[in-house]
């Protein structure tokens, strides 16, 4: 399946992830695929990242085309030596349909980011830089076990904008353990007069078997409260709209369109995207798969010149029927009602009148002729909207299969 | 017929009755040590279970006394609940004699009493057994103290055995025999026999479980049976040892079975007389009650697409449970099911674990009601048993509801909890005896309501399991009855709607809502959730709408596990009961109606 037959997605192209599992130390509250690692192993991994790109190459063409995006995520890749970052994106680009457009993203820790790993960064190309500051209270990042304080986080940010980046986004969590309104909106405020271009405000999540989830089993961390996380999450919108952020997705804010991750928004609009490392997921608009978790399986299968692929999926309409709602509904484009009622043959409208009513009247959505879009109090409540939403084409039409095509 | 000795073996739970006929059967050889398994004659393995007898069991025993004569020793077994009284009725009036067994340690309990009343109303002979004399905790002087001032019997003719390891069994045969009456009746008839109990074989339909009082049955007979007013031509008849023996005829005195052609169980009616169809009987037996469900509520199966189960399960057990009725209902909330009908809070339970256990039912049940009796404006007289069916409240005269006399016996260190505990059930009469030092009878006339709901639970709480408890129905008594509803987001929901004594009325919708708000999740919009007596609200609750629930990060490596928990999700949210615009998880209905209100 080429990239223009991907489902409610349009003309979008693929994006490329590379998964870089290095930290300087693992967050009690992280459930990604990491490791410490030292010089050696992260020259081992890009090996075993030029290993994977050399198994994929002629194929992923043919699956893929063109990818006019390519994201550095992690783990921390800013952990990554420049000339190994440097490697990784050559290969891309030379196995690869990777244009010299193409927009390149990185997350960097605010203890990496100085003038020269800054520039080094602008010299590879990279166009958005992600800084993981979480935030710049020295109390709440002591919490959340980073190695940076709040003066080296607001540093980064500046050095980045100084070194001339088209995008630098700053992230924050917000429903720390005994966070108040007050020292959430200094956070906010801190971010908003650090002048960033995009900023990501993610609620803390307790993963299981993460040392947070460990602390709370043992009665050490209490949550807060729902109430208190949906008046932080009300006052990010607020502050974020009142100093120029626009909501366009769940948890990300951007200052004009052109600073949105477009690496990102693929994954809410269903466009393909080939991940590489380990424990990276693709999707080719109808197969999703993911590769090994663990380094040790993922450098040995990769070196034995095989695709590191653990599991996948072949989605039917209705699952990606499903997953177009559950996505689209995170962004502020909102769910294209018509366009879906063409591609999976499903009324959406039609099948759930009474409560789009309801959301429309509780101020929770917007319903125009072409979308339903929520608002930021629908947004706080997504999963369960969707979880209420009629998706199947309803009793009686034989099952969740396509009708229209 | 003087050779024939019918008896039965009646004891308070756990004393061990099964057991001794356990032993009774082995003595007399009627089951091989192969066959052999503990509580033969409890066919059910919910009865092996709770060591209850539900279904009556009969067997004959052949014996030799000591002084060499030839004996039949009909073993009539009865079931050792209240709620079967009318069972027990008919198997006592089956005997001539008795044997009460009082457990060595425990002494005399509740339903030794209740029984022996029972046994003597009938005028049988009665043989105290004191079992379990090897236990080490076993006091035989203080029991047979008890035997004396509690029951007036002669402690010195009671028979010391233990069943359990098969001591004094002889002494016990002796006693059968010896001080137990032989049937008194004429052979030649005309024929009388009681109906005591009835099995349904599906091969030949209903076998009656008969005691021949005068003349004689046998296969090609034209009988009558005298309440029903039915013919019917016997087919075979029989008696009982383990399993059916054919005779050619049972003749007067004795105890065995017939068939007769009998379709269901729902035609006969137990207590019933045989008569001979050409040459009946003046009179049938006296004695003759019909069986009457007092316990009511409706049972649906947990997934509406069971009902077609569960109608051919109750048909099923209804084959050999002729105290079990049950029609059709609906409900807005919960879909097709059955308004039942039950003898008692056990039988209830015991069809409900049938259900589960023999059919595989996951059943909701509602709350358990009486049958309140309604006089209206007019004159008319209603039966209500469902509160679907009450009447306006403006056109009601008076209302009146079932009232029971309960004998609780407890040491007498409980008595003030436990009258406080009547008086808190709406008692209208309490007394109390003291029985033996230490044991006080208390007897209360109490709406059967109330003991409905968790009378027993607490009583056994109070005196931490030392009280024992026994009924019988009294009469109706006018009362203040209100139907509560419970509304959530203002819709009646109809399987919560109670029928209340104004009293209870508050406390109980209360927690009712309080339940409620604990199991129905959060939606979108606040959910208020009140109990209500017609247009007035008289307890509520509120569930809050959320406002946060959203996954934080939604990415390419997030997307399949977000959209299977959601796939899981909505598999669940299928289960949901909808009333209204409010989803309600079975487990809502489930911690309102099967909670102990206590918790």
């Not at chain 2, 398994?37 to 059910?44: G, K, P, T």
């Not at chain 2, 098969?166 to 052979?187: C, F, K, Q, W, Y």
Request: with cysteine; charged share 25%.
């Amino acid at each position: 399946m080429s990239a223009a037959d991907a489902p409610a997605s349009g003309v979008d192209l693929a994006g490329l992830y590379v998964h870089v599992p290095f930290c300087s130390a693992i967050c009690p509250y992280c459930d990604f695929a990491v490791t410490t690692g030292n010089a050696r192993l992260r020259a081992g991994y890009v090996d075993s990242l030029l290993a994977e790109l050399d198994a994929w190459s002629a194929d992923a063409r043919e699956r893929f085309g063109a990818f006019d995006t390519l994201y550095f995520g992690g783990g921390t890749p800013s952990a990554l030596e420049p000339a190994l970052l440097s490697r990784v994106i050559d290969a891309c680009r030379e196995r690869f349909d990777l244009p010299s457009d193409a927009w390149l993203s990185l997350e960097a820790n605010p203890e990496d980011v100085d003038a020269a790993s800054a520039a080094s960064w602008r010299a590879l190309g990279v166009r958005t830089v992600s800084l993981g500051a979480q935030s710049f209270d020295d109390a709440s990042l002591r919490r959340l076990g980073r190695r940076h304080d709040g003066r080296r986080a607001r540093e980064s940010v500046a050095i980045a904008l100084e070194a001339g980046f088209e995008t630098v986004s700053v992230d924050l969590i917000l429903g720390l353990p005994g966070q108040t309104l007050e020292s959430w909106c200094r956070d906010l405020a801190t971010a908003i007069a650090l002048e960033p271009h995009h900023v990501s405000c993610y609620q803390l999540t307790i993963h299981e078997s993460t040392p947070f989830a460990r602390q709370r089993a043992a009665g050490r961390l209490e949550e807060l409260a729902e109430e208190a996380q949906a008046d932080l999450y009300a006052r990010t919108h607020e502050d974020l709209a009142a100093a120029g952020f626009a909501a366009y997705e769940v948890s990300n804010f951007a200052r004009g369109a052109e600073h949105r991750s477009a690496h990102n928004s693929k994954y809410w609009r269903h466009a393909p995207y080939l991940g590489l490392g380990m424990s990276s997921h693709s999707f080719d608009g109808r197969r999703r798969w993911w590769n090994e978790r663990a380094i040790g399986p993922y450098r040995d299968r990769v070196a034995a010149g095989e695709l590191p692929i653990a599991g996948a999926e072949t989605l039917n309409d209705a699952q990606l029927a499903l997953e177009c709602v559950m996505l689209r509904l995170r962004t502020a484009e909102g769910l294209p009602l018509r366009c879906f009622h063409e591609r999976f043959g499903v009324d959406l409208l039609g099948r759930n009148r009474a409560a789009i009513e309801l959301l429309v009247a509780g101020g929770r959505a917007v319903l125009d002729e072409s979308s339903l879009r929520l608002l930021p109090p629908g947004l706080a409540i997504v999963d369960a909207i969707v979880r209420g939403l009629q998706v199947d084409p309803g009793y009686g039409d034989g099952g969740a299969g396509p009708k229209g095509r | 017929m003087k050779n024939y000795r019918n008896f039965c073996i009646i004891a308070h739970i756990d004393h061990g009755k099964s057991t001794l006929a356990d032993r009774l059967i082995q003595a007399c050889g009627a089951v091989g040590d192969r066959e052999f398994r503990d509580q033969i004659l409890d066919s059910m393995d919910l009865e092996r279970e709770r060591g209850i007898t539900i279904k009556s069991n009969t067997v004959s025993l052949e014996y030799t006394s000591k002084g060499g004569e030839p004996y039949v020793l009909n073993l009539i077994d009865t079931p050792g609940h209240v709620d079967f009284s009318h069972e027990v009725r008919r198997s006592l009036m089956s005997c001539e004699g008795a044997l009460l067994v009082v457990d060595a340690s425990q002494g005399v309990e509740a339903q030794t009493v209740a029984n022996l009343y029972l046994a003597t109303e009938y005028d049988l002979e009665i043989v105290p057994v004191i079992n379990k004399i090897d236990l080490p905790s076993a006091d035989i002087d203080r029991v047979s103290e008890e035997i004396d001032a509690d029951l007036g019997l002669d402690p010195f003719e009671a028979v010391k055995c233990s069943a359990k390891n098969n001591i004094g069994i002889d002494d016990v045969l002796e006693a059968i025999v010896t001080r137990l009456p032989a049937p008194s009746g004429s052979a030649e008839g005309p024929l009388t026999a009681l109906i005591f109990d009835a099995q349904y074989d599906s091969y030949r339909g209903v076998v009656l479980l008969v005691r021949v009082r005068d003349g004689s049955i046998r296969p090609g007979q034209m009988i009558r049976l005298m309440h029903t007013g039915a013919d019917y031509e016997v087919e075979e008849v029989g008696t009982l040892r383990l399993a059916k023996v054919r005779t050619a005829e049972l003749g007067a005195g004795s105890v065995g079975y017939v068939i007769a052609g009998i379709k269901t169980i729902q035609d006969i009616n137990v207590g019933d007389t045989i008569t001979d169809a050409a040459r009946p009987a003046n009179a049938p037996i006296p004695g003759y009650r019909e069986a009457k469900p007092v316990v009511f509520s409706s049972m649906y199966p947990m997934s509406s697409d069971d009902y077609d189960d569960l109608a051919k399960a109750l048909d099923k057990l209804r084959l050999n449970d002729a105290a079990l009725s049950f029609q059709k209902v609906s409900s807005a909330a919960l879909g097709f099911g059955f308004r039942s009908g039950f003898l008692g809070l056990l039988h209830l339970d015991i069809v409900q674990e049938r259900l589960e256990r023999e059919f595989g039912m996951s059943l909701l049940l509602t709350a358990p009601t009486v049958q309140f009796r309604v006089t209206q404006a007019d004159g008319t007289v209603l039966d209500i048993d469902n509160p679907s069916y009450y009447p306006d409240p403006s056109t009601i005269e008076k209302v009146e509801e079932p009232f029971i006399r309960a004998s609780i016996m407890i040491p007498d260190k409980y008595l003030g909890p436990v009258m406080e505990l009547c008086r808190e059930q709406r008692a209208q009469e309490t007394s109390f005896d003291y029985l033996a030092v230490g044991r006080v009878e208390v007897k209360s006339e109490l709406p059967l309501a109330e003991v409905l709901f968790d009378f027993y639970d607490r009583l056994k709480t109070i005196t931490r399991g030392y009280g024992s408890f026994d009924y019988e129905l009294l009469d109706y008594r006018p009362t203040d009855i209100v139907k509560v509803d419970i509304l959530v987001n203002k819709e009646r929901v109809d399987a919560l709607s109670q029928l209340l004594h104004r009293d209870k009325a508050r406390q109980r919708a209360l927690h009712y809502c309080e339940r409620l708000a604990k199991t129905i999740p959060k939606h979108q919009f606040k959910i208020p959730i009140q109990g209500a007596i017609g247009g007035t609200v008289i307890a509520r609750t509120t569930i809050n709408a959320f406002r946060k629930d959203v996954t934080a990060k939604c990415y390419g490596g997030d997307v399949t596990r977000k959209r299977k928990l959601l796939e899981k999700q909505k598999k669940g949210k299928a289960k949901m009961k909808m009333v209204g615009s409010v989803e309600i998880p079975q487990e809502a209905f489930v911690a309102v109606l099967k909670a102990d209100p206590e918790e």
